[in-house]
């Protein structure tokens, strides 16, 4: 079992960056996929990106593509999403998750953290 606590979020411009981390639990960190995936208030939880255990593989949504990047340390059992080039339409709570495959959807992923708020003012 792994636990996942997210971190990172905030208020800042259009235009601008932050960065989230999500620090895992426990010793096989490196065991899991890992994924990113947001929900906007009256919206479905959409995928944004996720990374292959070795981090050596990334995907993203096309929303996002360009803009953000996905990383990992397993060496810290941490995953992290830069987000540069923010628009209001990205403000949302982002969640991370892990999961045995990497997959697109929710139901792919095993664990989840509790999300982080990201307001992206116009």
């Known amino acids: 079992q792994v636990q996942l606590v997210e971190s990172g979020g905030g208020l800042v411009q259009a235009g601008g960056s932050l960065r989230l981390s999500c620090a895992a639990s426990?010793?096989?960190?490196?065991?899991?996929?890992m994924g990113w995936f947001r929900q906007a208030p009256g919206k479905e939880r959409e995928f944004v990106a996720d990374?292959?255990?070795?981090?050596?593989?990334?995907y993203y949504a096309d929303s996002v593509k360009g803009r953000f990047t996905i990383s990992r340390d397993n060496a810290k059992n941490t995953v992290y999403l830069q987000m540069n080039s923010l628009k209001p339409e990205d403000t949302a709570v982002y969640y991370c998750?892990?999961?045995?495959?990497?997959?697109?959807?929710?139901?792919?992923?095993?664990?989840w953290g509790q999300g982080t708020q990201v307001t992206v003012s116009s």
């Open positions: 998750a892990a999961g045995y495959h990497r997959s697109l959807t929710r139901a792919g992923y095993d664990y």
């Open positions: 426990g010793r096989t960190f490196s065991s899991y996929a």
């Open positions: 990374i292959s255990r070795s981090g050596g593989s990334t």
